[in-house]
């Protein structure tokens, strides 16, 4: 089905005189539609294989997305600036289904700000530690029980490591012996893999409602006031820990080098960004965390960068069938990239754990 027919059957408003690709999400299919008027929506083909049910997918994101709007008029903000909007389709539902059985959605465009695939200022880097820190605070007394878990146990690193070694197992696509080394390194780790969720499975933990994603390009930023304006990508909104959404955004921002870059020699932690964003996320929260949520951060750092790398690795050994690429290697790319920069956290180790006393 032609894009246009099925942006037609949401209440978008005006003739439509363009939809191209948009962004670098590696998960749904995003256009940007531009409208006679001028006027712009995001249109977004559902990754189903990935979110399966997209019912409760949208409930979560109408729950949250109504639930923030509420907060942010109740602070003085604007809510169709500081909060994704969906737009419902003709006939009030969130999604539309074509007749290929693909799930689309809707939502308002987000003018004058501007996703980042990699810090430009350290300002802007701190704002988004913010953002992400308030949207946790903001989200504190939120029902958690009536979240789905869109993708179950999506950050149970001790979960991911065993859907690893199966992917290892299977090696359904012959490449296990080539990434020996990759294998050894994660093999080496996994012992750490269980230590935070084994704390929250003791009380040493509070659940929250978290975001689960939080990397740079997942959060909308001002380039005049640098100021956040909006968190979006809000698929994974689940309950979690606060450690792996100050450390999903520390794996990606906090690198010197892209997610992607083939010369690993390029990567590193960047212990200044590393400090900001400690500063930044703290402030965000509000005073919230606990002292052993604060402890935990650098844990919560690594942690997301080897389950990052180890689920790239997978996603290379199963055929590169859930990240989108676009080269061949990307994902063994981005696998190394991740383990390299563990291996740096390793080597500063006491710095990061200093810096979050
Ligand atoms: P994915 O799950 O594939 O990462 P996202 O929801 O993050 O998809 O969207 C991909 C990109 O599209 C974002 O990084 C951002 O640049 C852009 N985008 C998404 N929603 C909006 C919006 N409401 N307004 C403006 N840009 C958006
Ligand atoms: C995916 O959707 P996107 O591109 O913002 C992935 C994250 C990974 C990230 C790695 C639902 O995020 O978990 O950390 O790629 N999202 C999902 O860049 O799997
Ligand atoms: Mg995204």
């Not at 005006?14 to 940007?32: A, D, F, Q, W």
Request: with cysteine.
């Amino acid at each position: 089905m032609e894009k246009k027919e099925i942006l037609s059957k949401f209440q978008a408003e005006g003739g439509v005189s363009s939809i191209e690709p948009y962004g670098s999400g590696h998960i749904n299919h995003t256009y940007l539609a531009e409208m006679e008027s001028g006027k712009k929506y995001i249109l977004q083909g559902i990754n189903t294989t990935i979110f399966k049910d997209t019912d409760q997918l949208m409930e979560n994101i109408i729950g949250v997305t109504s639930y923030l709007r509420e907060e942010i008029i109740r602070n003085g903000g604007d809510p169709k600036r500081e909060t994704l909007t969906v737009v419902m389709t003709r006939d009030d539902k969130p999604y539309f289904t074509d007749d290929a059985g693909e799930k689309w959605r809707v939502y308002e465009f987000i003018e004058d700000a501007e996703t980042f695939d990699a810090v430009e200022s350290r300002e802007d880097f701190y704002q988004s530690a913010v953002a992400f820190g308030k949207f946790q605070a903001m989200l504190a007394n939120y029902p958690a029980d009536t979240l789905h878990e869109t993708i179950p146990q999506f950050h149970d690193t001790a979960k991911r490591y065993r859907d690893f070694e199966k992917a290892v197992e299977a090696d359904v696509k012959g490449r296990a012996a080539e990434v020996a080394p990759e294998i050894a390194f994660v093999r080496e780790r996994a012992k750490e893999t269980s230590m935070l969720h084994e704390m929250l499975a003791k009380g040493e933990l509070p659940l929250r409602v978290t975001h689960n994603d939080t990397k740079l390009n997942n959060i909308m930023l001002d380039p005049k006031t640098h100021q956040a304006v909006c968190v979006i990508d809000l698929d994974t909104v689940m309950p979690g820990l606060s450690a792996h959404d100050f450390g999903d955004a520390i794996r990606f921002g906090a690198n010197t080098a892209a997610e992607d870059e083939p010369d690993v020699s390029k990567v590193s932690l960047d212990l200044e960004l590393f400090e900001i964003y400690v500063k930044g996320f703290l402030e965000g929260c509000g005073g919230r965390l606990t002292q052993k949520e604060v402890e935990v951060l650098p844990m919560g750092a690594k942690m997301m960068t080897l389950e990052c790398g180890m689920r790239f690795l997978a996603d290379y050994l199963e055929g590169d069938v859930y990240f989108k690429i676009s080269r061949e290697k990307h994902n063994l790319d981005r696998c190394r990239t991740q383990f390299a920069l563990v291996a740096d956290m390793e080597k500063k180790w006491d710095q990061m754990c200093a810096l979050c006393k």
